[in-house]
């Protein structure tokens, strides 16, 4: 009889690795747990299952708000200060560690400030949460297939949205830029109220140390498809998704990028998973 209860409980024990497996690879986040005004540094993610090995700007302009919320009573609100530019004065980043995946999927709710700065004389930054792996290739680096890649949603001039892509083909020294589009037209975020951001990222297959070309992107704005890029190569190598990262500040390399005046963003009901959402 005991023999048969063990064999049971193993049983039972394989049936459930699955489940956990696949609930591990989904990470969720509606800012709902600490008061608001509270900082939300590097170890409130991790309270709330979000592990990193370092951040900047959590700890100093990261905070639960309860005046601002998509759903429930909280969001995120991040600070941009007049000025300033780069990860180390500006928003905040944090590499977000996930289970390795060949493809994963990220959602989030964003929204700007009604008086949002997009720069000076010059327009870029990044927003929220994006994808990467490996060494996370970035910043004007060479994308060789060993060193990562990373896709992360960005504005540019005037707001225009675009998804901005370090792959081993991007054409210039810095990642490629892939326009929202709807409808035909331009996507630009708006001021002052929620919008949906989501995409997805398929890490190409490698045959012999060469990497296939069938590497993907997709973005969707507010639910509606909004822009593709095929035939992606990130790696030549096993490194697949591994990251939910964080990254989001002005810039850009000068000063011309920084915003005339304090800005923020607001995120909420975050979510990262390998199915769709």
């Known amino acids: 009889m005991r023999r048969k209860s063990l064999l049971a409980l193993g049983v039972c024990a394989?049936?459930?690795?699955?489940?956990?497996?696949?609930?591990?690879?989904?990470?969720?986040?509606?800012?709902?747990?600490?008061?608001?005004?509270?900082?939300?540094?590097?170890?409130?993610?991790?309270?709330?299952?979000?592990?990193?090995?370092?951040?900047?700007?959590?700890?100093?302009?990261?905070?639960?708000?309860?005046?601002?919320?998509?759903?429930?009573?909280?969001?995120?609100?991040?600070?941009?200060?007049?000025?300033?530019?780069?990860?180390?004065?500006?928003?905040?980043?944090?590499?977000?560690?996930?289970?390795?995946?060949?493809?994963?999927?990220?959602?989030?709710?964003?929204?700007?400030?009604?008086?949002?700065?997009?720069?000076?004389?010059?327009?870029?930054?990044?927003?929220?949460?994006?994808?990467?792996?490996?060494?996370?290739?970035?910043?004007?680096?060479?994308?060789?297939?060993?060193?990562?890649?990373?896709?992360?949603?960005?504005?540019?001039t005037g707001g225009r949205a675009s998804l901005y892509v370090y792959h081993m083909g991007k054409e210039g020294q810095y990642g490629d830029a892939i326009d929202l589009r709807l409808d035909g037209a331009p996507v630009h975020y708006p001021l002052g109220r929620w919008v949906e951001l989501k995409q997805r990222v398929r890490v190409n297959t490698v045959a012999n140390g060469v990497a296939n070309p069938d590497g993907a992107v997709e973005v969707w704005f507010d639910g509606r498809k909004a822009g593709e890029r095929a035939g992606l190569r990130f790696v030549t190598n096993a490194d697949l998704v591994d990251r939910a990262y964080f990254s989001s500040f002005f810039g850009g390399a000068t000063e011309s990028f920084a915003p005339q005046r304090d800005s923020w963003i607001w995120y909420d009901d975050v979510r990262v998973s390998t199915t769709p959402l």
């Open 14 to 156: 394989a049936l459930l690795v699955p489940a956990t497996a696949a609930s591990a690879a989904t990470r969720s986040n509606g800012f709902e747990r600490l008061p608001s005004g509270a900082p939300y540094t590097r170890a409130e993610w991790a309270a709330d299952g979000w592990s990193a090995t370092w951040d900047q700007g959590m700890g100093s302009r990261a905070v639960v708000d309860g005046s601002v919320a998509r759903s429930g009573g909280k969001s995120l609100r991040v600070l941009y200060p007049k000025g300033k530019i780069g990860p180390a004065d500006s928003g905040a980043q944090a590499p977000f560690a996930l289970e390795p995946a060949r493809e994963y999927w990220v959602r989030q709710w964003v929204r700007f400030s009604p008086d949002f700065s997009w720069g000076t004389t010059e327009y870029g930054g990044k927003i929220g949460i994006g994808l990467g792996g490996g060494k996370a290739c970035s910043g004007g680096q060479a994308c060789d297939g060993t060193n990562g890649f990373t896709s992360r949603f960005t504005w540019r």
